[in-house]
Nanobody
Framework: QGQLVESGGGLVQPGGSLRLSCAAS????????MSWYRQTPGQERELVAM????????NYADSVKGRFTISRDNAKNTVLLQMNSLKPEDTAVYYC???????????WGQGTQVTVSS
C-alpha cells in the first residue's frame, strides 16, 4: 500500500520562503507523476505544480510561476516544492499527490499547513 507523507509547512512572513517535502513509500516512485495541490476552506483543491516522469517535465499554476519550483529525487523517493516570495494568498493546506503513469492508481498525502502572515 502506497503512502505519501508531507513535511515542511509552517508560518512564514510575506516575502519569505519555505520548502515542502513529500516522502513516498510502498510504490515504485519513478513510475508516478508527482504534483502539489493546495486547498483553502470552502474552495476546491487546486493544482500548484506537477513534475512528470520520465523526463521531469514541469508545469505550474500561473499564480506561482517564477516563485515556486518543483523537483524530484527518484533515488530518495522524494518530491520537493521550493516556495519563494511567499504571499498571504499562498496560505493553504498543501497536498502531495502521486499518479501512476497509466492513471490506474493515485495517492494523496495528509496535507501540511502553510500560513503566510506578518
Amino acid at each position: 500500500q502506497g503512502q505519501l507523507v508531507e513535511s515542511g509547512g509552517g508560518l512564514v512572513q510575506p516575502g519569505g520562503s519555505l520548502r515542502l517535502s513529500c516522502a513516498a513509500s510502498g510504490i515504485t516512485f519513478s513510475n508516478y507523476d508527482m504534483s502539489w495541490y493546495r486547498q483553502t476552506p470552502g474552495q476546491e483543491r487546486e493544482l500548484v505544480a506537477m513534475i512528470r516522469r520520465p523526463d521531469g517535465t514541469t508545469n505550474y499554476a500561473d499564480s506561482v510561476k517564477g516563485r515556486f519550483t518543483i523537483s524530484r529525487d527518484n533515488a530518495k523517493n522524494t518530491v520537493l516544492l521550493q516556495m519563494n516570495s511567499l504571499k498571504p494568498e499562498d496560505t493553504a493546506v498543501y497536498y502531495c499527490k502521486g499518479t501512476h503513469q497509466w492513471g490506474s492508481l493515485e495517492y494523496w498525502g495528509q496535507g501540511t499547513q502553510v500560513t503566510v502572515s506578518s
